[in-house]
């Protein structure tokens, strides 16, 4: 069976006037993959997200996106992705199940796609019993599942995860990746930052930018090896050491 490509670049570049945030981004991404994408702050990580999801036109190069292209299909990448950030998109004036309506209502689902997929994520979450609470009062953890969760409503091809684990607890976070374990057995392409160099190894395959163009790609296991590095917070820190760019 032929690996298919959701997400695919050729010299991607984003400039700011004189700036070049991304420069040069080639990479592919395969579907159902856990794709990490690393980098210190400035590293153009955002810049290079952003055009991927459709936010922001490149200045140059290539780019498909679940099939479609970065220029020219912008609002058709924006139906078949999901995305989360570390800073929760969910309402905290709403229910628990009202923001999975609410959000399922926003991707396009009809009422009975709504309902169903209201009491499938109820139980799969464990959240029956707070059906009707207030998303404020939830734990970190759990608004941290619920997002994930809502954001993979509307079953994309691909899950844009921005930061999605800062500030919880470690258990909570290794929770926080069974799920996405979970989504990519589904098919589901997930692809990720993280400042956690622990969380890289859980990827399949792993990009570090610095400033701004992609120094290195590959497994954990063969970035390593290539580094001779015991883990991955070795390897970013020989990659990223003599970064220019400051946060």
């Known amino acids: 069976m032929m690996e298919v490509d959701v997400i695919r670049t050729e010299n ?3 400039k700011f006037g004189n700036f070049i ?11 159902g993959e856990i794709f990490g994408f690393l980098g210190a702050n400035g590293a153009g990580k955002t810049t290079a997200m952003r055009m991927l999801c459709g936010l922001l036109e490149p200045s140059s190069g290539k780019g498909m996106v679940a099939g479609y292209d970065i220029y020219t299909q912008r ?3 924006k139906k078949n992705i999901g995305y989360m950030s570390q800073k929760f998109s969910l309402y905290d004036d709403l ?3 009202e923001n999975i309506r609410f959000y399922g209502g926003i ?9 169903a997929k209201t009491a499938e994520l109820l ?3 464990q959240l029956e019993k707070e059906a009707k609470v207030l998303v404020s009062q939830l734990p970190l953890g759990w608004k941290q599942k ?10 994309p091809q ?4 921005d930061e999605p684990t800062g500030g919880v607890d470690p258990v909570t976070r290794r929770q926080f990746w069974d799920l996405i374990y979970h989504a990519s057995a589904r098919g589901v392409t997930i692809f990720v930052t993280t400042h956690y160099m622990d969380e890289a190894e859980y990827c399949n395959r792993v990009s570090i930018m610095v400033d701004g163009v992609i120094a290195a790609l590959d497994s954990p296991a063969n970035l390593k090896l290539k580094y001779g590095a015991n883990n991955m917070d070795e390897v970013f820190y020989q990659l990223a050491r003599n970064a220019t760019r400051g946060e």
């Open 12 to 14: 991607l570049t984003k």
């Open 123 to 125: 139980t799969e979450l």
């Open 75 to 77: 609002d058709d990448i």
């Open 95 to 97: 229910t628990v199940r």
């Open 158 to 161: 691909i899950v844009f995860l």
């Open 21 to 31: 945030a991304a420069n040069e981004l080639t990479f592919n991404v395969k579907k």
């Open 146 to 155: 619920l997002a994930f969760s809502i954001a993979i409503v509307h079953d």
């Open 107 to 115: 991707y396009g689902l009809s009422r009975k796609e709504i309902a």
